[in-house]
């Protein structure tokens, strides 16, 4: 069993940083996507990064390429998602989700192929 616990949401102003984090237990296999999802009220569940255990690779959706930054530690316990320039449209509540194997640019779009969830962490943006 895989647990994910996320952390670090809040109310920041536009243009402002934030820093998430997932707190991940149970990982007994080294290729695991780890990523980054949200959802905001009425819209669909989308996802805004990844970070591959394997080797560390990272991916990101168009809307956020250049702001959000997906990092963990040595020793693939804790993951980030490091969010600058946020804007209105980033308010969502934030999830972290595992998937077995390495990210790939489909991992994104396919919220079927993660098995594990965290509980999800709220991030509003305002002005």
């Known amino acids: 069993r895989v647990d994910l616990v996320e952390s670090g949401g809040g109310d920041v102003q536009a243009g402002g940083s934030l820093r998430l984090t997932c707190a991940v237990s149970?990982?007994?296999?080294?290729?695991?996507?780890i990523a980054w999802f949200r959802q905001a009220p009425g819209k669909e569940r989308e996802g805004v990064a990844g970070l591959s255990t394997s080797n560390g690779a990272s991916i990101y959706a168009d809307s956020v390429k250049g702001r959000f930054t997906a990092s963990r530690d040595n020793d693939n316990t804790m993951f980030y998602l490091e969010m600058t320039m946020l804007k209105s449209d980033d308010s969502a509540i934030y999830y972290c989700a595992k998937d077995a194997g390495d990210c790939f640019r489909a991992s994104l779009v396919r919220t079927d192929w993660f098995t594990d969830w965290g509980q999800g962490t709220q991030v509003t943006v305002s002005g």
């Open positions: 149970g990982l007994t296999y080294s290729h695991n996507c």
